[in-house]
């Protein structure tokens, strides 16, 4: 039973996001001006939070485990600093290919200094709208951890939702260690949404 104080920090939640898509659309140019309110309801009433995405790899264990893992991933239509944090999981386009999605962790965002181990490298500063991802697992080599150590800054555009909840087997699962911010504002959506026996089929199916 979802508390009623719950519900409201839900709705509020959703108000945003369909605010934010909405005024997303329009700025595309996709909404007209007439269609603005109609499309910030209908958001509001018919569309989720979150979708699930199943990954598999060693690049984020022990997060996923290497026989893949099911994630509830909160949907961000704007992911700007003020919505996606540093610490948090993220689920990103491929930068070197755009029809695949990674998951990595955001270490650092625009404006950051960016210092290398290799003194042959020269230090940078991010550029507006771009962030660092890395991999959780530290025993892979950079290579193999495939993150911003080997393709660089990524547009925080990529970005495409933040990682809230992992389903790694029928019994071990649970939430996504992010930024405390995000945690704390993804707690009444993991309450609202998440539907484990709906991860574990898709899990199953995957």
């Avoid at 001006?33 to 022990?62: Q, V, Y």
């Avoid at 990529?158 to 699962?173: E, F, K, P, S, T």
Wanted: glycine letters at 6%; charged letters at 25%.
């Amino acid at each position: 039973m979802v508390a009623l104080s719950t519900w409201f920090r839900y709705i509020s939640n959703k108000f945003d996001y369909s605010l934010c898509l909405s005024g997303k659309t329009y700025i595309n140019g996709k909404v007209a001006d007439a269609e603005i309110i109609h499309s910030i309801w209908r958001n509001f009433l018919h569309g989720r939070l979150t979708f699930l995405h199943w990954n598999k790899g060693e690049e984020m264990a022990p997060l996923i485990g290497p026989h893949g893992g099911t994630l509830l991933v909160r949907k961000l239509p704007v992911p700007d600093p003020t919505r996606v944090r540093i610490g948090d999981v993220v689920v990103l386009k491929d930068p070197l290919n755009s029809s695949n999605f990674l998951v990595r962790r955001l270490a650092a965002i625009e404006g950051y200094e960016m210092a290398s181990t290799d003194e042959k490298e020269e230090s940078f500063v991010l550029e507006k709208e771009h962030c660092w991802v890395v991999s959780d697992n530290n025993n892979l080599k950079t290579k193999e951890a495939y993150d911003s150590r080997t393709f660089g800054p990524v547009n925080m555009i990529d970005i495409v939702g933040r990682a809230i909840y992992c389903l790694r087997n029928a019994v071990d699962h649970g939430p996504v260690n992010n930024s405390d911010i995000s945690t704390k504002q993804d707690l009444p959506v993991i309450e609202v949404e998440l539907d484990v026996d709906e991860m574990a089929k898709n899990h199953k199916a995957s």
